[in-house]
């Protein structure tokens, strides 16, 4: 009894990890085959592989280059994500190092504004932005990026905040330190596993983001997804080639997730044992 005890959580954690990484596997496998063996059905796992998805994917067979829309997502990601940080850190400090007043207020008001549905605030940010002359633009979704990821990335910052020992904090104010240099250079560096998942989680919405990009940029201002959607046509899915663009687009919040998983777990277990 107590060895299933000891084994039964792991075995839970093991087949939940098997059962969400299945359908990126058999994505990945796809990927590798031609289009005719990627619709089969039922499908073939002894199928011959090609890399002819990923070549169509990068142009290489004359189709369109998605490095543009690879470039544009990460700018917007990357950007939008950095602004975040730099907004969320000194709000997240006056919710929770230095309280304001009614600070609960504010934390329910932030968190209010994540409960209107996106599609409600699509047509007037699209007739301002095409009023504003910034339609296509890729610092619009910058903007717009931010300030969606603004109210959540204070709420957990907050969170993470609150387990900074306020005796370092008034330590820092006795010795002259300011605020910049109080965030800078002691709340930062106790901070930095929360300020990490905040800034991946925040990449990874920016990254992943369709509905805005999809409708307020063209050409120009591209995102991934978006570049993403056209493979999907009146012609039919091409599921080889649509498995190689999801695979491909998919590596950079992978692969950030791979860098910061250790931070990403420390800043998600802050304040759970008190």
């Not at 792991?10 to 994505?27: K, N, S, T």
């Not at 687009?249 to 990403?264: E, N, R, T, W, Y």
């Amino acid at each position: 009894m107590n060895a299933v005890r000891r084994t039964g959580p792991g075995l839970l954690a093991w087949l939940a990890g098997i059962v969400f990484f299945l359908p990126i596997a058999w994505m990945a496998l796809t990927s590798f085959h031609s289009e005719a063996d990627a619709a089969t059905n039922p499908p073939s796992f002894t199928a011959a592989l090609t890399l002819d998805g990923y070549r169509e994917f990068f142009g290489l067979s004359g189709g369109a280059s998605p490095w543009p829309a690879l470039i544009n997502s990460t700018v917007a990601s990357v950007a939008s994500t950095l602004l975040v940080l730099l907004l969320a850190l000194p709000a997240a400090y006056a919710l929770s190092v230095n309280r304001v007043r009614k600070w609960t207020d504010v934390l329910f008001f932030f968190l209010s504004t994540k409960m209107l549905p996106v599609v409600a605030g699509l047509l007037p940010i699209y007739l301002f932005a095409r009023d504003a002359g910034l339609l296509d633009n890729i610092w619009l979704l910058v903007l717009l990026y931010t300030s969606m990821n603004l109210p959540i990335a204070v709420w957990m910052m907050q969170s993470f905040l609150a387990e900074v020992p306020v005796a370092v904090v008034e330590a820092a104010r006795v010795d002259g330190a300011r605020l910049p240099t109080i965030l800078a250079r002691v709340i930062g560096p106790i901070a930095l596993p929360g300020i990490a998942a905040t800034a991946l989680i925040c990449f990874i919405f920016s990254w992943n983001e369709l509905l805005f990009a999809r409708v307020l940029t063209g050409v120009v201002a591209e995102t991934a997804p978006v570049f993403l959607t056209g493979f999907i046509t009146s012609q039919g899915l091409f599921l080889a080639k649509v498995c190689a663009a999801s695979l491909v687009i998919s590596l950079p919040v992978l692969a950030a997730g791979f860098a910061a998983q250790d931070k990403l777990v420390q800043g998600l277990s802050l304040g759970a044992v008190k």
